[in-house]
C-alpha cells in the first residue's frame, strides 16, 4: 500500500472544519499543531493588510488511492485556493509504523469497551 502525506498550514482557527472536511472525505485521522509562521507576506500581506502569523499544521498520513478526494474537500472547507488563507502540499511517506488501516479497526471485536 502506498502511503502520501498532505501537509496543510493555515490560519489559525481554520483547522477544525478543514479537518472535518478531509476526515468526511475519507481521512483516517489528522494531527494538528500550533506554528508561526515568517516572511515578507506576513509582513506585507495582501493588499497591505497584515497576515496573523499564529498558524496551525495539519499531517494527514493515507492511502494514495484517497488523496484527491481528500485534498480536494480540504482546498474546499479551508478555501485554500484564495491568497494569503494558506497553503497544503502532498509528500510521499516512505514508511510507517503503528497506523492502523480502517479493515483492522472494523474487524476487531470490541476491544476498547471498559470491563467490568
Same mark, same amino acid.
Given at each position: 500500500?502506498?502511503?502520501?502525506?498532505?501537509?496543510?498550514?493555515?490560519?489559525?482557527?481554520?483547522?477544525?472544519?478543514?479537518? /472535518?472536511?478531509?476526515? +468526511?472525505?475519507?481521512? #483516517?485521522?489528522?494531527?494538528?499543531?500550533?506554528?508561526?509562521?515568517?516572511?515578507?507576506?506576513?509582513? !506585507?500581506?495582501? !493588499?497591505? !493588510?497584515?497576515?496573523?502569523?499564529?498558524?496551525?499544521?495539519?499531517?494527514?498520513?493515507?492511502?494514495?488511492? !484517497?488523496?484527491?478526494?481528500?485534498?480536494?474537500?480540504?482546498? +474546499?472547507?479551508? +478555501?485554500?485556493?484564495?491568497? /494569503?488563507?494558506?497553503?497544503?502540499?502532498?509528500?510521499?511517506?516512505?514508511?510507517?509504523?503503528?497506523?492502523?488501516?480502517?479493515?483492522?479497526?472494523?474487524?476487531?471485536?470490541?476491544?476498547?469497551? #471498559?470491563?467490568?
Amino acid at each position: 500500500m502506498k502511503l502520501k502525506m498532505i501537509i496543510a498550514i493555515i490560519q489559525r482557527g481554520m483547522a477544525d472544519k478543514t479537518v /472535518g472536511a478531509a476526515i +468526511k472525505a475519507g481521512a #483516517p485521522a489528522a494531527t494538528v499543531f500550533y506554528g508561526r509562521g515568517q516572511g515578507i507576506r506576513e509582513r !506585507l500581506g495582501i !493588499l497591505g !493588510l497584515a497576515i496573523q502569523p499564529e498558524k496551525e499544521i495539519i499531517f494527514i498520513i493515507l492511502e494514495e488511492r !484517497l488523496v484527491d478526494q481528500v485534498l480536494e474537500a480540504m482546498v +474546499k472547507a479551508g +478555501k485554500l485556493d484564495q491568497p /494569503g488563507v494558506g497553503f497544503v502540499f502532498v509528500v510521499p511517506v516512505d514508511r510507517a509504523l503503528g497506523m492502523l488501516e480502517a479493515q483492522e479497526i472494523a474487524g476487531r471485536p470490541e476491544a476498547d469497551t #471498559p470491563s467490568e
